[in-house]
């Protein structure tokens, strides 16, 4: 059986970023330290930082001291507005800085007075922080055939930094027409368009395809929902755990491609699995 | 043979709107009343204005005194130069008003530091005034899959006010990846998109299309080539002079439609001209 793993699979510069900053934090602070939600969606290196230190709490409000790690999809208004009236708590900002980089395309888009439209998962961590900047005085929407599009002068239109590129110029078309200014933000990070396309390339050579990360990732979903569109043998997975050996019945090529928030470690943790459990004759 | 003319065929706001302008012209004046080029792509109205007394010039230096109407097209920045310099020609400007907001937004982008991308045609009058007013600092295209794409930060789309919203959106499909930010200005104006649509429409239910309309008016080839993709008994005519008696053969529905310099009055002579020339078969 052959294994072939995409080039861009695994980390990406932002989650690399918070990783490492989140590490430094624990060796420096030892005790006290705290990330608001998950630091990224990958439940595995979650729990690994977890068992170093770092201890998950879902509302800033429940420290009162220490050191707070905020997350690579940032956070909100509220809460950062928290943070600065308690300075017992130190912050360690991972935030991605693409995620930065859409904040303040928000802000000038708001106060340029576009009516904003906005690509993304209404309950992702990431645009919910983005949109509360906003006073979420924008459209939120997963599918571009479901906007309701009346005219307008002036509209703004944003990504979710992990969404597919197809959907962003799929909503691009069906606004245009009902606007005489669309400004679009292409808000979409690099990675997880190379990610996507090399995917979606190394999806069509092979016979089953395994999409590796976290289930709560949005990118990772993404990357899971490209490669089914091209080969229904495609399985999102957490671990080798989760390898069911009857999927290798038959197989020749196998092609691995993982989220933004997937270590090497993890990569290579399927790649063992597979070699063990290949037969004689895929291994042919 | 049943005749069925589309709803939109003929003058739009802009043209009707030159002509009415130029007329009052003509009659206040009586003499030294000049166009700059013709007012409107539509040869036999710029003759018939021409025997009323509008005479077309060339250039604009070519008068020292007298009414000068500038055409619906625009004209450029040095035209609009020499013309104040000169109190002794009296301006009536008929330049579109949706040709005037062009301006505005292609003056807003390159102030705002865009690469600027124009979809149109380079040698048009429309598009050779607009750009001079930015010093012709911009990509000129016709066709979205001929465009040379490189990585930019900031890009402004922008189009002359009779292209095709398809190229437009063909073209922001193409531009959005490499780019940051892409803002565009649908200049298409309303007018167009909806009579290129509803010729398409019509061209479906007939057997034989017939685009009414100068040869060099823009608007009108885009509507003989939307009705040729869907149609390819369609043909560009500018009067019904031009009507080949043999295209009516076996003929049950035409379908007329007509640019937006095209005077009803030519519509109606070739309803009339198609009336007196049906067969007995085809008139069934």
């Known amino acids: 059986m052959e294994i072939l793993v995409a080039?861009?699979?695994?980390?990406?510069?932002?989650?690399?970023?918070a990783i490492k900053m989140a590490k430094d934090t624990i060796e420096k602070s030892k005790v006290n330290?705290?990330?608001?939600?998950?630091?990224?969606?990958?439940p595995i290196v979650v729990r690994?930082?977890?068992?170093?230190?770092?201890?998950?709490i879902e509302n800033v409000r429940?420290?009162?001291?220490?050191?707070?790690v905020i997350r690579s999809h940032g956070i909100s208004k509220d809460e950062s507005e928290y943070l600065k009236k308690n300075p017992k708590i130190s912050v360690v900002d991972t935030?991605?800085?693409f995620v930065t980089k859409s904040k303040k395309f928000l802000v000038r888009l708001i106060r340029g007075g576009y009516n904003i439209f906005f690509l993304g998962d209404k309950d992702h961590p990431e645009v919910k922080g983005?949109?509360?900047?906003?006073?979420?005085?924008?459209?939120v929407f997963k599918d571009p055939d479901e906007l309701e599009i009346k005219n307008y002068k002036k509209v703004g239109l944003i990504s979710q930094t992990t969404q597919k590129i197809?959907?962003?110029?799929?909503?691009?078309?069906?606004?245009?027409?009902?606007?005489e200014e669309l400004r679009v933000f292409n808000t979409i990070c690099k990675t997880t368009s190379i990610r996507q396309k090399e995917a979606v390339e190394l999806a069509k050579k092979v016979d089953l395809m395994l999409v590796l990360g976290g289930k709560n990732s949005s990118n990772t979903k993404k990357?899971?929902?490209?490669?089914?569109?091209?080969?229904?043998?495609?399985?999102?997975?957490?671990?080798?755990k989760e390898i069911d050996t009857r999927w290798l019945e038959g197989v020749k090529k196998v092609g691995i491609t993982a989220g933004a928030s997937t270590p090497k470690e993890h990569i290579n943790d399927v790649i063992k699995f597979l070699r063990d459990n290949s037969t004689e004759e895929n291994n042919g």
Chains 1, 2 share one sequence.
């Open 166 to 179: 197809e959907l962003l110029k799929k909503a691009v078309d069906r606004l245009l027409s009902s606007t």
């Open 48 to 56: 690994d930082l977890e068992k170093e230190g770092l201890k998950v």
């Open 33 to 42: 330290c705290f990330s608001l939600g998950p630091i990224i969606h990958n």
């Open 7 to 17: 080039k861009s699979a695994g980390f990406c510069y932002g989650v690399k970023r």
């Open 223 to 240: 990357l899971y929902e490209v490669c089914k569109s091209v080969l229904n043998k495609s399985f999102h997975i957490e671990s080798p």
């Open 130 to 139: 983005l949109l509360s900047y906003i006073n979420n005085r924008a459209v």
């Open 95 to 97: 935030t991605c800085p």
């Open 62 to 68: 429940d420290i009162k001291k220490g050191t707070l």
